[in-house]
């Protein structure tokens, strides 16, 4: 395929960019921030946590969102609104619970997920990229008996796809992370995935920016996408607004969609269809300074539905799901909760004054299954709707996407979107 020009605008999802870089394709990123991972990659979570990458909605999911309603630290907190897409995207999400439909995106995000992995790993010996990477596992510990069964019934069917998760006891759970012994009594059990890996995303995100300029990236900072225009079966051209307030009308040969949360308000005049809702999570970055209870092994509470993770020497705490809409303020009492949780189960993990706070939007499906793949229009292209799952899957999805845009077949069994047709 003749290397073409692709106007993309991204925020973790750098990583198509080094990708069509390297096939020859002259690429600019435009980007309404002033520099990489400063929105929903900024403070995440941290984990690669392939293994783990069951959907949201499953045959379980409705009664425990009634349940959860009008609680301000639900794990998952749907704001009801008057927002046909929020009531769309919940329709959807119901439907997407059915045990089949589970079983169906449970194997799509799991491949995606499993190839991102490997995709990441080999990224990481080619360029030597550092970003307080640790391979020491993912830990999910339990302090509900009954949800450690069902997570050692769910453990078994997923070793079934090719996944690594190993039944431990409480004893096991201690011995793979001693910062655990000081909540023992509580711990009903664990699962364990030692090839998934942590990491700080915002990091990894920058330096990859910083690699992919040196291939000749270029980026646009500071410049926002008001929209596309079409021109017949082809998007024609992007038309921005620059730092200094100019409009500017930007053109290429292909373009590339992977605006994250705000993805369907550009599609929408398009009639690309795009069903993906922000899902608000938050998160908490705590100085260890000396401290000897964090955790080094990245741990996922399943009662509270967070992770802990290590960065050096920092432990961030991330998770919970708010859906309601692209609101980013602060909720004061869901980031106190992260902390709360964290210095109860760990009492000496790290400075209990030290937290800074964190919100972000992740752009989700009611599946959970990310848009990947080629749009009605020949020349526009989708990288969107990864929800908790962006940072594990970010790699295989920017591989996929360039060798979607080369003409080439992925080599992951996934339903890209469009088939596999070339510009």
């Not at 990583?15 to 995440?44: C, K, Y």
């Not at 024609?236 to 949360?261: F, P, Q, T």
């Not at 909760?337 to 919100?359: I, N, Y």
């Not at 799952?389 to 845009?405: E, F, I, K, N, Q």
Request: charged content about 20%; glycine content about 8%.
């Amino acid at each position: 395929m003749k290397p073409s020009s692709a106007v993309i605008r991204l925020a973790m999802l750098i990583i198509p960019l080094a990708m069509l870089a390297a096939d020859g394709h002259e690429v600019t990123l435009v980007d309404r921030q002033p520099g990489a991972a400063l929105e929903t990659s900024f403070a995440n979570g941290g984990q690669i946590s392939a293994s783990y990458a069951e959907p949201w909605a499953n045959p379980e999911a409705p009664l425990k969102v009634l349940k959860w309603l009008g609680k301000e630290d639900a794990p998952l907190l749907f704001r009801l609104r008057a927002d046909w897409r929020q009531w769309r995207w919940g329709l959807q999400f119901l439907v997407e619970c059915l045990p089949s439909r589970t079983r169906h995106n449970t194997i799509q995000c799991l491949n995606l997920a499993l190839y991102s992995r490997d995709c990441l790993k080999a990224l990481r010996a080619a360029t030597g990229i550092a970003y307080d990477h640790l391979e020491r596992g993912i830990l999910q510990f339990y302090t509900d008996a009954n949800e450690y069964e069902h997570g050692v019934a769910a453990a078994a069917l997923m070793r079934e796809f090719g996944c690594d998760r190993d039944v431990k006891s409480v004893a096991e759970c201690v011995a793979i992370e001693p910062a655990l012994a000081a909540c023992r009594d509580r711990l009903a059990g664990g699962i364990f995935t030692v090839s998934d890996e942590s990491g700080d995303a915002q990091r990894f995100t920058q330096e990859l920016a910083r690699m992919a300029a040196a291939r000749g990236v270029a980026f646009r900072w500071n410049v926002t996408v008001e929209s596309l225009v079409r021109e017949g079966g082809a998007i024609g051209s992007v038309r921005c607004v620059n730092a200094e307030h100019r409009k500017e009308v930007l053109r290429a040969d292909a373009y590339v969609m992977a605006l994250g949360s705000y993805s369907p308000l550009l599609l929408a005049p398009l009639a690309v269809p795009c069903l993906i809702y922000p899902a608000k999570g938050y998160s908490a970055t705590i100085a260890i300074d000396g401290h000897r209870g964090a955790p080094t092994v990245s741990l996922t509470d399943l009662a509270w539905k967070i992770v802990l993770t290590r960065l050096g020497d920092r432990l961030r705490v991330a998770g919970t799901a708010e859906l309601d809409g692209w609101n980013l303020a602060m909720n004061d009492l869901r980031c106190r909760s992260l902390v709360r949780r964290t210095f109860d189960l760990f009492p000496d993990a790290a400075e209990r004054d030290s937290a800074v706070f964190w919100t972000g939007l992740r752009p989700a499906t009611p599946s959970n299954v990310p848009l990947i793949g080629r749009t009605r229009y020949r020349n526009l292209w989708l990288d969107t709707g990864h929800g908790t799952l962006g940072w594990t899957m970010a790699c295989g999805s920017g591989r996929a996407l360039a060798d979607l845009v080369a003409g080439r077949r992925p080599d992951v069994d996934f339903a890209f979107l469009g088939g596999r047709r070339t510009v």
